[in-house]
């Protein structure tokens, strides 16, 4: 794949300005028109600006944008990699207003990535930086132990 200049991203296949001097990923992200990573804290404690660089999960509020050199993925451009995962967010009620849930499944896409034989304490820990002001967390981590076991159930 051919170098990128500096001052661009490749994003969920497409490829965007950085941002200007000094801007965070997220600040790049939103100027370029994805709001798949959402705008909160600003400050690294909440979790609702989680995109993936590369396969690692970071808050995009905290990352200057001229430092990425990996592919992003928000959570639109998760794709049917994910399709479980929204699933099971769906099926087990782990959203209510919504804010955190792109944040949630993209942190919870990277802790899958890296493995399905967690147990549920250790993706309790995985988890546990994207913070949800709703639903009390149960669902969320259910949703996620459901999407390991059955990727456990097909390997
Ligand atoms: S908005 Fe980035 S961690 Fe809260
Ligand atoms: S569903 Fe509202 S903050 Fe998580």
């Given at each position: 794949m051919a170098e990128l200049p500096a001052e661009h991203l490749r994003v969920d296949g497409d490829v965007v300005p950085a941002g200007g001097p000094g801007a965070s990923l997220l600040e790049a992200l939103r100027a370029a028109g994805i709001h798949a990573a959402k705008q909160a804290c600003g400050r690294g404690e909440c979790g609702a600006c989680t995109v993936l660089v590369g396969d690692r999960a970071v808050m995009s509020c905290t990352m200057p944008a001229a430092t990425v050199a990996d592919?992003?993925?928000?959570?639109?451009?998760?794709?049917?990699?994910?399709?479980?995962?929204?699933?099971?967010?769906?099926?087990?009620?782990?959203?209510?207003?919504?804010?955190?849930?792109?944040?949630?499944?993209?942190?919870?896409?990277?802790?899958?990535?890296?493995?399905?034989?967690?147990?549920?304490?250790?993706?309790?820990?995985?988890?546990?930086?994207?913070?949800?002001?709703?639903?009390?967390?149960?669902?969320?981590?259910?949703?996620?132990?459901?999407?390991?076991?059955?990727?456990?159930?097909?390997?």
């Amino acid at each position: 794949m051919a170098e990128l200049p500096a001052e661009h991203l490749r994003v969920d296949g497409d490829v965007v300005p950085a941002g200007g001097p000094g801007a965070s990923l997220l600040e790049a992200l939103r100027a370029a028109g994805i709001h798949a990573a959402k705008q909160a804290c600003g400050r690294g404690e909440c979790g609702a600006c989680t995109v993936l660089v590369g396969d690692r999960a970071v808050m995009s509020c905290t990352m200057p944008a001229a430092t990425v050199a990996d592919e992003v993925t928000t959570a639109a451009g998760l794709g049917d990699d994910a399709a479980d995962l929204r699933a099971a967010f769906a099926d087990h009620a782990a959203f209510q207003c919504g804010f955190c849930t792109p944040g949630q499944v993209v942190r919870a896409a990277a802790v899958l990535r890296a493995s399905v034989d967690r147990t549920r304490d250790e993706i309790v820990r995985a988890m546990s930086g994207n913070v949800c002001r709703c639903t009390g967390y149960k669902q969320i981590v259910d949703a996620v132990c459901a999407v390991a076991e059955s990727r456990r159930a097909a390997r």
